[in-house]
């Protein structure tokens, strides 16, 4: 049996979108979440060894982005890498509207709709390793729950267990990889 293999990262303190933040400021932010983020890991045993920027913004130049890079190679760290990425973030906001409506209906719709847009992702990149490659080449799934996700996924409140079976199941096809 395939292990999932979860890594966790830094993500700053804040979610500042580096483009729109000056350097010092940013590089603050990196620091004040890694007080955090060590922490955790620490409790689970791991080192912290990842940054991922907020939005995936790298920066408005390559200088900027330079300076940053160079940054968080002087503090250890390596940008975190995926191939994957799902628009969690849009999905969770549909989502989190409906719970705030008490729509369950449509949450659980829009649960089942995420992991299968994900789904397709996964047969997408798989297809097209298999094409290009002639193999499969493992995937590296970025996916971010954020704090109210993760309590519904993990502490099976009774309005919002709808997702256990769908993250079950994309859980399971991302440790495939």
């Known amino acids: 049996m395939n292990s999932i293999r979860l890594h966790a990262g830094n993500h700053s303190f804040s979610h500042l979108n580096y483009a729109d933040t000056p350097l010092e400021v940013f590089e603050n932010d990196i620091i004040k979440g890694e007080v955090i ?3 955790i890991l620490k409790q689970k045993h791991q080192a912290l060894t990842y940054f991922r920027f907020p939005y995936n913004s790298l920066g408005n130049d390559s200088t900027t982005h330079q300076q940053i890079r160079s940054f968080l190679t002087q503090n250890g760290y390596t940008v975190a890498p995926f191939t994957i990425e799902s628009e969690d973030w849009m999905f969770n906001a549909l989502y989190e509207d409906a719970l705030k409506t008490k729509n369950v209906e449509k949450a659980h719709q829009l649960g089942q709709n995420y992991v299968a847009f994900t789904l397709l992702l996964f047969d997408y990149f798989e297809k097209l390793c298999l094409d290009r490659f002639g193999r499969n080449i ?3 799934f970025r996916w971010e729950p954020d704090q109210k996700k993760r309590k519904a996924l993990l502490q ?3 309005e ?7 993250y079950d199941q994309l859980t399971k096809r991302a440790g495939k990889n």
């Open 156 to 158: 099976a409140e009774p």
């Open 37 to 39: 983020t060590r922490e």
């Open 138 to 140: 493992k995937q590296i």
């Open 160 to 166: 919002n267990t709808i997702l256990h079976a769908e």
